[in-house]
Structures are given as C-alpha cells and as structure tokens.
C-alpha cells in the first residue's frame, strides 16, 4: 500500500478527543499506518495548528517519526485552483480555495488515498481519489 495523506480532521479528531469521532479515527489511523506511511502537508498541519499556541508542542503531537511531511506539488495547487473553479460555478461562497482543495488535489497528483471523516467534497472535487472515510 502507498503512503496515506491524512486529512486534518481525523488528527483533530484523536488529538481533542472528540467524543463522537476520536474511536473511529483512532482505530483508521492505526489500521493504514499498518499498511504504509502516514502522510501530511503544509494545509492540513495550519489546520491542526489553530489549536495550538506553540509550535513544538504540535511538532511533539505532529512527530515526524509518526507522520511524514511532503509539500504540495505546484501541479496540484494548479488542480486546487481548478476545484475552487467547479465549487464557484456551482454556487459556492468562498472567496479563495478552501484547504480540502489542496489536500484532494494533493492526494489526486501524487495517487495517495486519503483518510478522511469527512468525505462528500472529495468525491465531489477529485473522484479519482480513493477516499478512506466511515461507511
């Protein structure tokens, strides 16, 4: 199996101990860093970062022993642009590409699955990508 990018909300999830999400997303972390790297971006570590007030301690939560850092290729900010375009067209009211753009364009240019709670703007966006989320 591939390495695994790691959408922001299932680190959310285990790190506060999120009394509906943390099990499941505890569990889902366990079972595909059994099956090959765990990754993260620059999006989804700034994601988990607003609950932090300092940098190491989300660096000692965020271990790179435990999670692998790869920046976003440009091809894939490109596609987050592209998204952002379709999510425009179709009605949407933000005003510049969400973080969930980046992260799907990530994990569609480089072939990762994603591991995600959240799953509807994924397949959505990138339905090339093969999403890991609850039934």
Do not use: C
């Not at 009394?19 to 765990?38: C, H, N, R, Y």
Request: hydrophobic content about 45%; cysteine-free; glycine content about 6%.
């Amino acid at each position: 199996m591939p390495a695994t990018l790691v959408d922001s909300n299932v680190l959310i999830d285990v790190l506060s101990d999120d009394p509906v999400w943390a099990a499941w997303s505890s569990a889902a972390l366990g079972e595909v860093g059994a099956w090959g790297p765990l990754l993260i971006n620059e999006f989804i570590y700034a994601e988990v970062s607003a609950r932090y007030s300092r940098i190491e301690v989300l660096d000692r939560e965020l271990s790179t022993k435990d999670f692998q850092r790869e920046h976003t290729p440009w091809r894939a900010a490109f596609l987050a642009g592209k998204a952002f375009l379709d999510y425009k067209r179709r009605g949407g009211s933000k005003r510049s590409p969400l973080p969930d753009f980046f992260i799907g364009a990530h994990a569609a240019v480089r072939g990762f699955p994603l591991l995600t709670r959240d799953p509807i703007r994924y397949r959505t966006y990138f339905p090339t990508v093969e999403l890991i989320a609850p039934e």
